[in-house]
């Protein structure tokens, strides 16, 4: 995929949110571990992504935030995105490489339970973790942590 085609979506962020809500029996959702202390997030601090559509990076409407003391890492660094069963991790940034497992990726990379995907040489680390059996669906995550998961990863870009 040329990452010049991908494009944040209503339907990715705010509609996939509100499924996860209100029918979330069929949807599944990733973990993403941080792996590097930063002011939005401890290491070892494990977030929950229900959407079906985030980015990171240092801009304020990026889902999964990191500060500026990252200066290699960009204001639109990379993006994951679901298909069909799948997700993918589409690299944005035009000046800092996305790492994989301490490989560089080109374009868009199909991600496993278990790879560590990295924002830049000697950025931060991040663990991709999806559940496995029930506890793989959203709606083995209570409302209102739901609710809260909705605000923070559907309506952010939008405020």
């Known amino acids: 995929m040329d990452t010049q085609n991908y494009k944040r979506t209503l339907a990715g962020s705010v509609g996939a949110g509100m499924g996860a809500i209100m029918n979330g029996s069929g949807r599944t959702y990733f973990i993403l571990e941080h792996k590097s202390t930063s002011k939005y997030h401890q290491a070892g601090e494990a977030q929950k992504i229900i959407v079906d559509q985030i980015e990171l990076g240092r801009a304020a409407s990026c889902q999964v935030r990191f500060d500026e003391s990252f200066e290699t890492v960009s204001r639109r660094h990379a993006a994951i995105e679901r298909e069909g069963e799948n997700w993918k991790l589409i690299h944005l940034s035009q000046a800092n490489p996305t790492l994989v497992n301490g ?9 496993q339970s278990g790879d560590e995907i990295q924002l830049s040489v000697g950025g931060p680390r991040l663990g991709f973790i999806v559940p496995q059996g029930r506890q793989a669906l959203t709606s083995s995550i ?10 923070q990863q559907a309506l952010r870009p939008y405020k």
């Open 103 to 111: 490989r560089p990726i080109n374009g868009t990379y199909y991600l």
């Open 142 to 151: 209570g409302m209102t942590e739901r609710m809260n998961l909705f605000r």
